[in-house]
């Protein structure tokens, strides 16, 4: 045998046992990464893409934590971006609403911008009228994350933080992982882990805006959504839970079956005018620990479904009410008003100033944990 020969045999003999286990198959999954613009300050801001093998994409940058990207097949096989983003870190560096975004260290309001802890009164940033949203001027979706490329099972992007005591007015040096994985079943997983050096509060969520019909492609009116939800937490007008768990039997807010986003947008209802549609946080049913599924949204004409899976106690689904057109975002489209959803899964708005809702306390000793996962699929 030559060489040649010999060697070519071994390929062949190779490529069979690689095709007989998936190996063949495998060729597409994995992480890649690119430059994707420069901070102010200099420092390299990379874009980080994560594949699997059934045409699935999710891109990730380490600045803010932000999911640029999430490219998932239609009905038809077609590949289309369900998140509303900006093409380079430029359009992060604007002034935007949380596209795709990691927030922290509270995801949501606190009310008046201020919470008590162990008899200490901690002041905040009120960046959202009286309030405190999203974490506070420069809250963790405005930080440059350290990245780190995991290649397991399957491949993920960790995201490291150390939250300094006293940054945005929060107590404690917290110290925060988030990690992104891509699942071959087109689930996109998020696990947050955080501990801290202090008693402080933390509520960790992501920010992504969907439209399953495509960023840029109208409005999402026409998606038909299911939340596992009996009740949820009305709001002031200044968007602070009031503390009562309300049933959404008889409202607009009664997602228990799959209904029009759009059926009740606008419907005659107090919640309705103070949230200029939904910006609601539900109560999620949830039996035990562990993921459970929060919400499922489908888009007739993409045949596109999304499924929301998670930990967490609630979830904020908000319809866009404040886009208005004036941001351009991929491809310079416009993004007008309600043209996606978000899906926050989260601990209650104000939780700190509620004793009543389940507890957004850390403690030094304990980890933080919490899972989400948006898995996609389609009806045929
Ligand atoms: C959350 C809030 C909304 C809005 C968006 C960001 O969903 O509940 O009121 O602030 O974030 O624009």
Known sequence: MTYLTCTSSILLALAIVGAASGGAEKANSGISKKPFGKMPDGRTIDLYTLTNN????????NYGGIVVSIVVPDRNGKPGDVVLGFDN?????????YFGALVGRYGNRIGKARFKLDGVEYKLAANNGPNSLHGGVQGFDKRVWTAREVHGEHPALELTYLSKDGEEGYPGNLSVKIVYSLAEDNALRIDYSATTDKDTVLNLTNHSYFNLAGEG???????EITIN????????????????????????FDFRKPAVIGA???????QITFGKGY????????????????????????GRVLEVLTTQPGLQFYTGNFLDGSIHGK??????????????TQHFPDSPNKPSFPSTELKPGQTYHQSTVFRFSVNK
């Open 229 to 252: 939800a009996d009740r949820f937490t009305p709001i002031d007008g200044t968007l602070i839970p009031t503390g009562e768990l309300r049933k959404v039997a008889g409202t607009p």
């Open 331 to 344: 491809g310079g489209k416009a993004y007008g008003r309600r043209s996606a959803f978000c899906q926050e």
């Open 89 to 97: 870190l430029e359009g992060y560096l604007g002034k935007e609403p």
């Open 279 to 302: 910006d609601h946080n539900f109560v999620l049913n949830r039996s035990g620990a562990g993921l459970s599924l929060a919400a499922r949204i489908t888009d007739s004409e993409s």
């Open 54 to 61: 059934h045409g699935m994409r999710v891109a990730i940058t």
């Open 264 to 270: 009740r947008i606008d419907a005659d209802d107090e």
């Open 217 to 223: 492609n109208g409005d999402i009116l026409k998606h």
